[in-house]
Structures are given as structure tokens and as C-alpha cells.
């Protein structure tokens, strides 16, 4: 496996150390959640986090097309994972990687969303959603997920969203990406891309959860939004928190401002809202309880996480 910069040989160590943590039986599983939910038990959440490592590297391996770091994604994959095993109810019957998977990819994809750029990602909810869910429809429909996309299923794909049969064609050109399951994970071969798999099967606990992520990210875009005064505030929702953006034109007339000018705003109100969203992001991770804190989840790299607990 290759991964350019300084995080090669830390990152491919840290992925050949995931061998030491045996699966867990469902029995054993639910055993462990138990002692750290009730006993407050690290040495158990050390072991029910250690034993799903391999599932935030998969989900983080998924997202790698985005061009951004292995060693990052898989850190904020890690630090979801450890959200998960904080709130898992082991009563509910589902196995712990169900609801895990929720979590890790809820904070990689946050983590892409902040350092990906907007106009790669798509403005609108619709071009969102089809960004990070493409290649999940794809292999619904039975599409190559490294090959162009039938008429049959561009036209499908943009009615469920209801995007133009254009924006999906370039969406599937800008992720198209070769990966076999089969392919091998690790140099010697005995590691492949099915082992890592999760059980994925949907629960209304995973749901819930999923909705409560997205609660939270509004939440932060909330108080980013605080952030500018009025008419910045205005401008930046108008042109890239709406289903359609309202052209410059048409805020130039209604700001009395000139179009370079409403971009100026609209890019320094952008940043002062992504800055906010960090910062605040930063500080639950600071402020959560110091039982989170307890697992070191280490992965090498210039941008190293120290912790679950923050960066």
C-alpha cells in the first residue's frame, strides 16, 4: 500500500499492529460493552475499540478518493469509533459494528466536508448527498464502480435526487476509483478488502443515531453562523446553504454591492464559519468526559491525533 509523505512507514506500522486485536464474538462483545458501561471498565473499551480499528480503516479507506490524508481520515474514523463505544447501548441486541459504522463515517465525512472544496463537493443538498453516495447506488443498481455509468442508471440516479442527468455523470467521473474487495490490504497478501467488511444491517438505534450526527452538524453550522454580522451572514446562506443559490446578480442589486464584492464576502464569511465549526468541534473533544479519553488511538503522520479526546 502506498502512502505519500512523511505518515508512510507510521501509517503502515499502525496497520500491520491492528493484526493483535482478535474479532470479538457477539457474546464477548456485548460482555465488554457492559463493563465499561457499568463498571467503567477502560481495559474493556480498550478491547471492544481495539477489536472495530479494522472498521474505521475500512470506512476511511472508502474516502480516500477525496485526496486527503489516510493517516487523517483514519484518525477521525478512530475518534467516531470511540464516540460510538462511549454511547452504545449493549442491551439493544445489535452487534457494536452496526452502530459504530454510523459514527466513523458521520466523523470522516465531517472531516472531508471541512477540507474538501465546496465547489468539488457541490452547493446544494442533493449534490451533497449524491458526493458521498454514488457508489453506494451504483452497486445497487450493479454498476462498475470504476467504469462510466449506464444511461439507464445516470437517468435513475438523477431522478432519486433530483439533479440534472449531467451533474451525475461528472460526480461519477471526479470519483470513479478501482477497488476490489479482493484486492489485497497489507504486502503479504493476507489481508483482503472483504475482511475488513462490517455487519451493516439497518436498526431504527443506527437511524436514530445517524439523525442525531446531523442534528449535531447543524448545530455547529449554527453557531458558525453567529459568527458574521448580518448582511455576511445573508450573503453566505444565500449562496451555499440554499437548495439553489441565489445568483451574485441578483444579491449586487439587493446589497447595492458589486458582484467581486459579494464574492469577497461570500469566501471571508465561508472561512470565518469553517474556522468557528473547528474551533468548536475542538472544544466538545476537550470537554468530553475523561473516561473518552482513557484509549490512545495513535496513527502516524505530520497531523498526528494523539487521542480520542482531541487533537
Do not use: C
Request: no cysteine; proline share 4%; hydrophobic share 35%.
Amino acid at each position: 500500500m502506498k502512502e505519500h509523505g512523511r505518515s508512510a512507514e507510521p501509517l503502515t506500522l499502525y496497520l500491520q499492529d491492528l493484526r493483535k486485536y482478535d474479532y470479538l464474538s457477539p457474546e464477548d462483545e456485548q460482555d465488554l460493552a457492559r463493563r465499561w458501561r457499568d463498571e467503567g471498565d477502560a481495559g474493556a473499551l480498550d478491547k471492544l475499540v481495539g477489536s472495530h480499528l479494522r472498521l474505521a480503516v475500512k470506512v476511511a479507506k472508502d474516502h480516500r478518493r477525496y485526496g486527503l490524508p489516510l493517516a487523517d481520515l483514519v484518525a477521525e474514523g478512530n475518534m467516531g469509533l470511540m464516540h460510538a463505544a462511549r454511547k452504545f447501548d449493549p442491551d439493544k441486541g445489535y452487534r457494536f459494528s452496526t452502530y459504530a459504522f454510523w459514527w466513523i463515517r458521520a466523523a470522516i465525512q465531517e472531516y472531508v466536508l471541512h477540507n474538501w472544496s465546496m465547489v468539488k463537493i457541490g452547493k446544494t443538498t442533493a449534490q451533497r448527498t449524491l458526493f458521498f453516495n454514488l457508489r453506494r447506488m451504483k452497486a445497487r443498481m450493479r454498476e462498475l464502480d470504476n467504469g462510466d455509468l449506464s444511461p439507464e442508471a445516470t437517468t435513475a440516479i438523477a431522478s432519486e435526487l433530483g439533479l440534472p442527468e449531467s451533474d451525475v455523470v461528472e460526480m461519477n467521473r471526479r470519483l470513479s476509483v478501482d477497488r476490489s474487495l479482493n484486492a489485497p490490504l497489507s504486502s503479504d497478501g493476507e489481508t483482503e478488502w472483504q475482511d475488513l467488511l462490517a455487519d451493516e444491517r439497518a436498526n431504527q438505534e443506527v437511524h436514530l443515531a445517524e439523525l442525531e450526527e446531523r442534528n449535531r452538524q447543524r448545530q455547529l453550522i449554527k453557531l458558525g453562523l453567529q459568527k458574521l454580522n448580518d448582511r455576511d451572514r445573508q450573503i453566505l446562506i444565500a449562496r451555499r446553504l440554499l437548495d439553489t443559490p441565489v445568483p451574485a446578480d441578483e444579491l449586487s442589486r439587493r446589497f447595492n454591492l458589486s458582484r467581486q464584492r459579494i464574492g469577497q464576502i461570500e469566501a471571508k464569511a465561508f472561512k470565518t464559519v469553517q474556522k468557528a465549526i473547528v474551533a468548536n468541534r475542538a472544544e466538545r473533544r476537550l470537554n468530553a468526559s475523561p473516561n473518552e479519553k482513557r484509549v490512545p488511538l495513535r496513527v502516524g503522520g505530520p497531523h498526528r491525533r494523539e487521542s480520542a479526546g482531541g487533537r
